[in-house]
């Protein structure tokens, strides 16, 4: 278990993790460093065996879906011109490229990455938990407490991105 935790933080992981098409899925880029291996290692390897990532497993990005995730995440590392667009793979994607990528760096990656899912997973239930409790007590007490309930669900939202605004801000005079 140590080897595991000192080969990669979890941390490093739960920020690979975008939502896509509806699924909470891990980018081929994002999946070469960790398992560090050559991008054309990877998608070879799934390609070798294609019958083992149907569309519910691993799907290719849209030209316009690869637009968007580089606008919303501006790093350094997505720089530069690309021959095709990453791959993003679903949980179950993940789970099987351990059975083709057969290096023990590999399946430790994997099996952090499984654990981060599994964390998410979780979290997701406590807050959806938690929100049906709160309605639950809204309807069992009064109007007054309605501020209350209210700023209690404004907290449980999650932080709205910061966008700067583009172009030169003039002052007026």
Known sequence: MKQTQSLIQGSLIDNRIYVLRRERVMLSTDLERLYQ??????VQAVKRNAERFPEDFMFQLSPEE????????VTSSWG??????????????????????????????????????????????SHEDLARKLA???RKY???FRVVFDAIRDLMKPPEPK???MGFRRDEE
Not at 37 to 42: E, G, I, K, S, T
């Open 136 to 138: 639950a007590l809204e």
């Open 37 to 42: 291996v050559a991008p054309r290692v990877l």
């Open 80 to 125: 530069g011109l690309r021959r095709a667009t990453p791959y993003a793979f679903t949980e179950q994607g993940v789970a099987m490229l351990s059975s083709v990528l057969r290096s023990k760096r590999a399946v430790l990656v994997n099996i952090e990455i499984m654990r981060t899912f599994v964390r998410l997973r979780r979290l997701l239930a």
């Open 163 to 165: 966008r700067r605004p």
């Open 66 to 73: 690869f637009r968007n995730l580089k606008s919303q995440i």
């Open 142 to 144: 009064d109007v007054q």
